[in-house]
């Protein structure tokens, strides 16, 4: 029996800067995408995990509208 009711990790294709991670991360974790986008700046600064976490994002997470419902 297969569950339907799970959450995925997708990049947004409405609430979307560059490629959508930070709005897709948002709409996961139910926050306001602004918080997402300045925790992503300060990891970018304070060191190149927010560079690297961002772009493995992008490559992994598919976009919103491209998932088999």
């Given at each position: 029996?297969?569950?339907?009711?799970?959450?995925r990790l997708?990049?947004?294709t409405t609430d979307?800067?560059?490629?959508?991670v930070c709005g897709g991360l948002a709409k996961y974790l139910n926050i306001d995408p602004t918080?997402?986008?300045?925790l992503f700046l300060v990891a970018l600064l304070f060191g190149s995990i927010g560079f690297w976490a961002y772009l493995i994002i992008w490559i992994a997470?598919?976009?919103d509208n491209r998932i088999d419902q």
């Open positions: 029996m297969e569950d339907k009711n799970y959450r997708t990049r947004s979307r800067r560059i490629a959508g918080v997402v986008r300045i997470a598919p976009e």
